[in-house]
């Protein structure tokens, strides 16, 4: 499956944005989707994931309540609403699509080896 990440921006501190992921192929219901971020200098860090049909959702310690991801399977995209942002928010975000795990739990969703395919990254700044 290949992925297009888009939404990203420029935006003040506690404002929102909503990242989309657009998949192509017909495999995107059957995926596991995840969001993951690099700040500079950082690793690639796991933001949030979702399983098949929505449920169920992962989030990061660091995003829970500020952040839902989502997914519409009749428009192959999963998107990201991101509230509240704070300057150290600011990242590349990266949508990734895991097609084998058939089994989920937390510690498979948040880890960047389960994912088969990466989207190429939106930017997000936030200014404080």
């Known amino acids: 499956v290949q992925l297009q990440a888009s939404g990203g921006g420029l935006v003040q501190a506690g404002g929102s944005l909503r990242l989309s992921c657009a998949a192509s192929g017909r495999t995107f219901a059957s995926a596991i989707m995840g969001w993951f971020r690099q700040a500079p200098g950082k690793e690639r860090e796991f933001v949030a994931a979702?399983?098949?049909?929505?449920?169920?959702?992962y989030y990061s310690d660091s995003v829970k309540g500020r952040f839902t991801i989502s997914r519409d399977d009749a428009k192959n995209t999963v998107y990201l609403q991101m509230n509240s942002l704070a300057p150290e928010d600011t990242a590349v975000y990266y949508c990734a699509a895991d097609l084998r795990t058939r089994v989920v739990r937390m510690a498979i969703a948040a880890s960047r080896s389960s994912y088969d395919s990466w989207g190429q990254g939106t930017q997000v700044t936030v200014s404080s």
């Open positions: 979702i399983a098949w049909s929505g449920i169920p959702t």
